[in-house]
């Protein structure tokens, strides 16, 4: 039976993935932040089938500790400061975490189980101002966020670990990637959220930045089958993982607001210029072409599908 350790097992995709690595056979590890409120909503399902270890992204020691404890033998680091907005009011914090968080848990896995196999979370914000669309594995970085900065630091750390010690070490560049159990702070699941919210006589009206921003957004449940296939490779590598395909904000308010049966969105929807960005992020776009013909992998669910399935799980939650 195989192990895998999962960083950030408490988020959305890291509870995506140990579904996924459970129904596959692995034996499960979570590494847990000490907090005094525990918040396991997104994993109760499975808590009693995988085994969770407290560490810290900040805590050289604990990532040591959970490594010799876990004995994994693929390491998913999916632990982060993920929300973009927060890195302008935490931007040392993002950095510790995002960013040099990579390098301490490669050192500690050089320490430990150098013979295991590291998959590190890297982000489409190290696009940022794109140099060309769509980006692929070879588009140069130029971030427009503290996160953005961050992520690129772990991402070639990362690719520096696997060239200088010969470790096992793969990157998945995912753009953005959405579902029921993304958490509200997220534009996607805060208009689902809101549509439902509104159909159900529970608010009146959004407050949303920029309704022109467009994104290349995908379905998380898909993109962590993408991590697993990256770790089931005879070399390490890196793979932009995307839809390329593109919409705005603007789209997917006009789809959530279509599920959730509300006509005249435009009435319910304010424009709040505290959440425009310092530094807009124009176009984001993956072109995944790489990960399908190495991986086999390619997207399954397309955009619309998508924020359909999230306003019903809304509407379903809100209904209770």
Known sequence: MSRALITGITGQDGSYLAELLLEKGYEVHGMVRRSSTETFERIEQIRDR????????????????????SKPDEIYNLGAM???AASWVQ????????????????????????EARFYQASSSEMFGKVRQIPQTEETPFYPRSPYGVAKAYGHFIT????ESYDLFAASGILFNHESPRRGLEFVTRKITWHAAAIKLGLAEKIALGNLDAERDWGYAKDYVEAMWLMLQQDQADDFVVA?????????????????AG????????????????????????????????????KPKTSFEELIRLMVRADLELLGR
Not at 263 to 289: K, M, S, T
Request: charged share 25%; with cysteine.
């Open 82 to 84: 993920s929300f973009v």
């Open 91 to 114: 931007p040392t914090l993002t950095a510790e975490f995002t960013g040099v968080g990579v390098t301490r848990i490669l050192e500690a896995m050089r320490e430990v189980c150098p």
């Open 159 to 162: 690719v520096n670990y696997r």
């Open 262 to 297: 509300l006509d005249n969105w435009e009435q319910h929807v304010e424009i709040d210029p505290q959440f425009v960005r310092p530094a807009e992020v124009d176009q984001l776009i993956g072109d995944y072409g790489k990960a399908e013909r190495e991986l086999g992998w």
């Open 243 to 259: 839809t390329n395909a593109i919409h705005s904000v603007r789209d997917c308010v006009e789809v959530a607001f279509d599920e």
């Open 50 to 69: 995988i085994t969770l270890h407290q560490g810290d992204l900040l805590d050289q020691r604990s990532l040591v500790d959970t490594l010799r404890a």
